[in-house]
C-alpha cells in the first residue's frame, strides 16, 4: 500500500469515526440517519440606519432520502399583517423592531421572524389539499451578521461568481461602494457582502436570485475537503458573528451532509407574488403548493399538479421560449434546437423587456426538466437554472434568453 493509498484510507476512517461522534452527540446528525427532513432558516443581519434587518431570509428543506435541497428565499419587502405589531408592514422589520426592544438579542429577533415566516407559509388554501395538514414549521434558525458572513468567506478561501452587467452603486454615507465589470471573479469576504448586497435596477428580486445562485456556489466550495483542516482556524471568528439554536456537533453534521448534495438537486425558489406598490404581496395558492412540494419526498411535477388537481407529467418536457436579448433570432434558433434535441416547445415569443443573463425557469417542481433544457442550451453559454413552480402555465420550462446567450455561427439546426 502506497503513501496515497494510506492517507486517503486514514481520511476515510477519520471521517467514519467523526460521523459516529457526531451522531451520538448531534440530534440533527440522529435525525439526518434515520433519513428525516431538515427544515432550517438562514437569515442575514444587516446594520442600516443604525438598525439591525433581516434583508436575507433563506428557507432550506433538505431530504436526506433523495439528497434533495430546497432553498426557498423571501423577499425582505414581503407585506405582512401583525396584530401584535400594527405599525410594521414588510417582514424585514420584525428583525429591527425585536432587536431593538430586547436589548440587542439577536436570539429573540432570529425566533420572531423564524415564527412569523411559519406562518406566511402555512396560511392560506390549496384546493387539493388534505384537510387539516400542519402547518409549515421551522425548526432551526442560523443569523449571521456581516462580519461572520465575512469570516465564512475568507475562511473557506473565497467563492468563485460569474458577473453577467455591470454592477456600480456608491453610497458615501453607508460607506458602501460596489462596483464589479462582467466577468467570472473569486471573491473574498469583503467582495462577497458587496455582491450579495447589490440590488440595482431588478431591486430586491434581483437581489433575490444574485443571494441563491451565491448560496450554490458556496455549497460546491464546501465540498473541497481542505475545509475539515482550515475552518477550525476561524472558530472564534466565526462564532462572534453567528447565532443559531444548532449546536457544534449539529453545524459538523450539516456540514459532513452537504458535502453529499449535487448541484442538480438543489431547487433555488422565491416566494410567490407580485409588487404591490413598494411591498411584494404572497400568492398563497401558489406558496402553498411550493410548502406541499418542500414537505413531500422527492417532489415531481406529478405529485405538484396532483395538489393543483392537474393531470399528471407524462415525461416529455414542454418548453416556452421568450426572448429577453437584442438578437431578433435567438428565440426561433432556441425553438429549433431544442425541438431536435427532443423537447416540446409549444411557445416562442419577445420577452416584456430586455435583460442580460438567460434563466432557465423550473416551472414544474422537478428541476431536471429545467437542466437538461440548459444542457441542450448549452452551446449558448446559457446562464442560471432557477425554479418557479408555476403548474397553470401548462410548461415544465419557461426558457428567458438574455444577451448573453449567443446564437451559434452554423446552419439552422432544422
Same mark, same amino acid.
Given at each position: 500500500?502506497?503513501?496515497?493509498?494510506?492517507?486517503?484510507? $486514514?481520511?476515510?476512517?477519520?471521517?467514519?469515526?467523526?460521523?459516529?461522534?457526531?451522531?451520538?452527540?448531534?440530534?440533527?446528525?440522529?435525525?439526518?440517519?434515520? +433519513?428525516?427532513?431538515?427544515?432550517?432558516?438562514?437569515?442575514?443581519?444587516?446594520? &442600516?440606519?443604525?438598525?439591525?434587518?433581516?434583508?436575507?431570509?433563506?428557507?432550506?428543506?433538505?431530504?436526506?432520502?433523495?439528497?434533495?435541497?430546497?432553498?426557498?428565499?423571501?423577499?425582505?419587502?414581503?407585506?405582512?399583517?401583525?396584530?401584535?405589531?400594527?405599525?410594521?408592514?414588510?417582514?424585514?422589520?420584525?428583525?429591527?423592531?425585536?432587536?431593538k426592544h430586547t436589548g440587542k438579542d439577536f436570539?429573540?429577533?432570529?425566533?420572531?421572524?423564524?415564527?412569523?415566516?411559519?406562518?406566511?407559509?402555512?396560511?392560506?388554501?390549496?384546493?387539493?389539499?388534505?384537510?387539516?395538514?400542519?402547518?409549515?414549521?421551522?425548526?432551526?434558525?442560523?443569523?449571521?451578521?456581516?462580519?461572520?458572513?465575512?469570516?465564512?468567506i475568507d475562511a473557506i478561501g473565497g467563492v468563485?461568481?460569474?458577473?453577467? +452587467?455591470?454592477?456600480?452603486?456608491?453610497?458615501?454615507?453607508?460607506?458602501?461602494?460596489?462596483?464589479?465589470?462582467?466577468?467570472?471573479?473569486?471573491?473574498?469576504?469583503?467582495?462577497?457582502?458587496?455582491? #450579495?448586497?447589490?440590488?440595482?435596477?431588478?431591486?430586491?428580486?434581483?437581489?433575490?436570485?444574485?443571494?441563491?445562485?451565491?448560496?450554490? &456556489?458556496?455549497?460546491?466550495?464546501?465540498?473541497?475537503? $481542505?475545509?475539515?483542516?482550515?475552518?477550525?482556524?476561524?472558530?472564534?471568528?466565526?462564532?462572534?458573528?453567528?447565532?443559531?439554536?444548532?449546536?457544534?456537533?449539529?453545524?459538523?453534521?450539516?456540514?459532513?451532509?452537504?458535502?453529499? #448534495?449535487?448541484?442538480?438537486?438543489?431547487?433555488?425558489?422565491?416566494?410567490?407574488?407580485?409588487?404591490?406598490?413598494?411591498?411584494?404581496?404572497?400568492?398563497?395558492?401558489?406558496?402553498?403548493?411550493?410548502?406541499?412540494?418542500?414537505?413531500?419526498?422527492?417532489?415531481?411535477?406529478?405529485?405538484? +399538479?396532483?395538489?393543483?388537481?392537474?393531470?399528471?407529467?407524462?415525461?416529455?418536457?414542454?418548453?416556452?421560449?421568450?426572448?429577453?436579448?437584442?438578437?431578433?433570432?435567438?428565440?426561433?434558433?432556441?425553438?429549433?434546437?431544442?425541438?431536435?434535441?427532443?423537447?416540446? #416547445?409549444?411557445?416562442?415569443?419577445?420577452?416584456?423587456?430586455?435583460?442580460?443573463?438567460?434563466?432557465?425557469?423550473?416551472?414544474?417542481?422537478?428541476?431536471?426538466?429545467?437542466?437538461?433544457?440548459?444542457?441542450?442550451?448549452?452551446?449558448?453559454?446559457?446562464?442560471?437554472?432557477?425554479?418557479?413552480? +408555476?403548474?397553470?402555465?401548462?410548461?415544465?420550462?419557461?426558457?428567458?434568453?438574455?444577451?448573453?446567450?449567443l446564437v451559434p455561427d452554423k446552419k439552422w439546426?432544422?
Amino acid at each position: 500500500m502506497n503513501y496515497v493509498d494510506r492517507f486517503i484510507l $486514514a481520511g476515510c476512517a477519520g471521517l467514519s469515526l467523526l460521523t459516529m461522534g457526531l451522531t451520538w452527540q448531534s440530534p440533527v446528525a440522529r435525525a439526518l440517519m434515520e +433519513e428525516k427532513r431538515f427544515r432550517g432558516l438562514v437569515i442575514g443581519a444587516d446594520y &442600516e440606519d443604525n438598525a439591525r434587518h433581516s434583508d436575507t431570509m433563506m428557507v432550506v428543506s433538505y431530504d436526506p432520502k433523495t439528497r434533495f435541497l430546497d432553498v426557498l428565499s423571501i423577499p425582505r419587502d414581503t407585506m405582512i399583517s401583525d396584530p401584535s405589531r400594527p405599525s410594521i408592514r414588510r417582514m424585514n422589520e420584525i428583525f429591527a423592531y425585536e432587536f431593538k426592544h430586547t436589548g440587542k438579542d439577536f436570539t429573540i429577533a432570529s425566533l420572531a421572524v423564524k415564527s412569523q415566516i411559519e406562518t406566511l407559509l402555512s396560511s392560506g388554501t390549496v384546493s387539493g389539499l388534505p384537510a387539516g395538514r400542519p402547518g409549515f414549521e421551522i425548526p432551526y434558525f442560523f443569523t449571521v451578521d456581516y462580519g461572520g458572513f465575512r469570516s465564512l468567506i475568507d475562511a473557506i478561501g473565497g467563492v468563485y461568481v460569474k458577473v453577467t +452587467e455591470p454592477m456600480n452603486y456608491d453610497d458615501n454615507w453607508g460607506h458602501l461602494h460596489i462596483h464589479f465589470e462582467p466577468g467570472t471573479y473569486l471573491l473574498d469576504g469583503r467582495k462577497a457582502l458587496e455582491f #450579495v448586497r447589490f440590488r440595482g435596477r431588478s431591486a430586491d428580486q434581483g437581489r433575490v436570485r444574485r443571494q441563491q445562485i451565491f448560496v450554490r &456556489e458556496l455549497l460546491k466550495r464546501l465540498k473541497n475537503p $481542505a475545509l475539515l483542516w482550515r475552518l477550525p482556524h476561524y472558530t472564534q471568528a466565526l462564532l462572534a458573528g453567528f447565532h443559531t439554536n444548532l449546536s457544534l456537533p449539529d453545524m459538523a453534521s450539516l456540514l459532513l451532509e452537504g458535502r453529499r #448534495v449535487q448541484w442538480k438537486n438543489i431547487r433555488l425558489m422565491s416566494l410567490p407574488g407580485a409588487p404591490v406598490g413598494m411591498l411584494w404581496k404572497m400568492n398563497p395558492d401558489t406558496t402553498q403548493k411550493i410548502v406541499a412540494m418542500m414537505q413531500s419526498s422527492g417532489s415531481t411535477r406529478a405529485e405538484l +399538479e396532483s395538489l393543483a388537481g392537474g393531470a399528471a407529467w407524462r415525461g416529455r418536457a414542454t418548453v416556452e421560449v421568450w426572448n429577453a436579448s437584442n438578437r431578433a433570432q435567438a428565440a426561433r434558433w432556441a425553438m429549433a434546437l431544442l425541438r431536435k434535441k427532443g423537447f416540446d #416547445v409549444v411557445k416562442i415569443g419577445d420577452f416584456s423587456s430586455r435583460q442580460n443573463q438567460t434563466l432557465i425557469v423550473d416551472r414544474s417542481g422537478d428541476v431536471r426538466a429545467a437542466q437538461a433544457v440548459a444542457d441542450a442550451l448549452k452551446d449558448g453559454a446559457v446562464g442560471e437554472v432557477v425554479s418557479r413552480p +408555476e403548474p397553470s402555465l401548462h410548461v415544465d420550462v419557461s426558457v428567458i434568453l438574455g444577451n448573453d446567450y449567443l446564437v451559434p455561427d452554423k446552419k439552422w439546426p432544422w
